[in-house]
């Protein structure tokens, strides 16, 4: 297994030759909290967000094929996808409609922010809207204190290291969270 800095200069270089598709935001609002059963109860509303780089990218096809498999509408993304330039402009601000006014906007609410795939997650973020990432991790994790401060977490780290499971795909893991992995079968 290679150490993180190995892992974080391969990501590097990925997040810089290749581009962000679409952004896919859930925002979550508590509305009460059952102490008898402990069940949390909320309302969410999801949002995706079709992107289009104004920077040549490498598009891979493996990668591209699981995209399609999976729902993933290229056409749509051409067509419809927020045209954006990697890095942050000064002076940008919630109200603009780019990817990083979106992302400012989110950081700075200071909410907990979760992933799922996480590292891959922040790096494409870091390295798309925000600025070019660091030569070293170090420098990488600094700045993510600075940037998430209302905490981030990755739903993939989390089972794999802190739930011992071996297989940490989403669907995987919400449908055995939630029992429902026996009809699925």
């Known amino acids: 297994m290679c150490s993180f800095e190995v892992r974080y200069k391969i990501m590097r270089d990925v997040a810089d030759s290749h581009a962000v598709l679409s952004l896919g935001v859930a925002c979550f609002q508590w509305v009460e909290l059952h102490s008898s059963s402990q069940q949390i109860s909320c309302e969410v509303e999801v949002f995706n967000i079709w992107l289009l780089s104004q920077r040549p990218y490498v598009i891979d096809p493996q990668s591209s094929k699981f995209l399609i ?4 509408d290229f056409n749509k993304q051409f067509a419809k996808g927020l045209p954006y330039s990697p890095g942050f402009s000064e002076g940008v601000r919630p109200t603009d409609h780019t990817p990083q006014a979106l992302l400012a906007h989110i950081l700075t609410s200071k909410k907990p922010v979760v992933f799922h795939n996480g590292l891959v997650d922040v790096l494409f973020l870091y390295h798309s809207f925000y600025t070019s990432l660091p030569p ?12 998430f401060q209302g ?30 992995y026996s009809v699925f079968i």
């Open 136 to 147: 070293s991790s170090n420098s990488f994790l600094a700045d993510l204190t600075e940037l």
């Open 69 to 72: 498999n999976h729902g993933f």
């Open 151 to 180: 905490g981030a977490y990755d739903t993939k780290a989390i089972a794999e290291y802190k739930m011992g499971e071996t297989a940490s795909y989403l669907e995987y893991i919400f449908r055995k969270r939630c029992g429902w």
